[in-house]
């Protein structure tokens, strides 16, 4: 594959990692949700950027 084609793959999976972090936020507000498992999630993606 060539080199733009695999900077356009990692785009999306970061826009679908963020939706995901985002989707992530909003259950653990709500009672019953993943508070600790979406922190977690979080701190890796920041390390990440």
Do not use: T, V, W
Request: charged share 40%; net charge positive; glycine share 14%.
């Amino acid at each position: 594959m060539d080199k733009a084609g695999i900077l356009k793959k990692l785009d999306q999976r970061k826009k679908m990692f963020e939706d995901y972090l985002k989707k992530n936020k909003k259950s653990s507000r709500s009672p019953g949700g993943h508070g600790p498992l979406a922190a977690g999630l979080k701190k890796q993606g920041e390390r990440g950027s």
